[in-house]
Nanobody
Framework: QVHLVESGGGLVQAGGSLRLSCEAS????????MTWFRQAPGKEREFVAG?????????TYTDSVKDRFAISRGNAENTLYLQMNTLEPDDTALYYC???????????WGQGTQVTVSS
């Protein structure tokens, strides 16, 4: 059974930093494209950052976080990371990780971790 468990969220002042983690189990982690999404109250879930499968993943970001966030993966630890710097109130959201198999496109979601940025 596949599980994705996010952690690292919290309350931080604008300009601060957080590091999110998404620990995966029940799957071959390196075979999965991994993505961070977020959903703010009253808004649709949106793409934040992604990293492709394998040992040398290609990284993509939404424009609003491109110079502030960094996605990475530790295949040996079965863990996805999101380093978030210079946080802004607009970054406040529930952050989810998603795993999607590179070939079968089977997809899994975590339960989310809350990030709240105060002004």
């Amino acid at each position: 059974q596949v599980h994705l468990v996010e952690s690292g969220g919290g309350l931080v002042q604008a300009g601060g930093s957080l590091r999110l983690s998404c620990e995966a189990s029940g799957l071959t982690f390196s075979d999965y494209n991994m993505t961070w999404f977020r959903q703010a109250p009253g808004k649709e879930r949106e793409f934040v950052a992604g990293i492709t499968w394998g040992s040398h993943g290609v990284r993509t970001y939404t424009d609003s976080v491109k110079d502030r966030f960094a996605i990475s993966r530790g295949n040996a630890e079965n863990t996805l990371y999101l380093q978030m710097n210079t946080l802004e109130p607009d970054d406040t959201a529930l952050y989810y990780c998603n795993a999607r198999h590179y070939r079968t496109r089977g997809s899994y979601w975590g339960q989310g971790t809350q990030v709240t940025v105060s002004s």
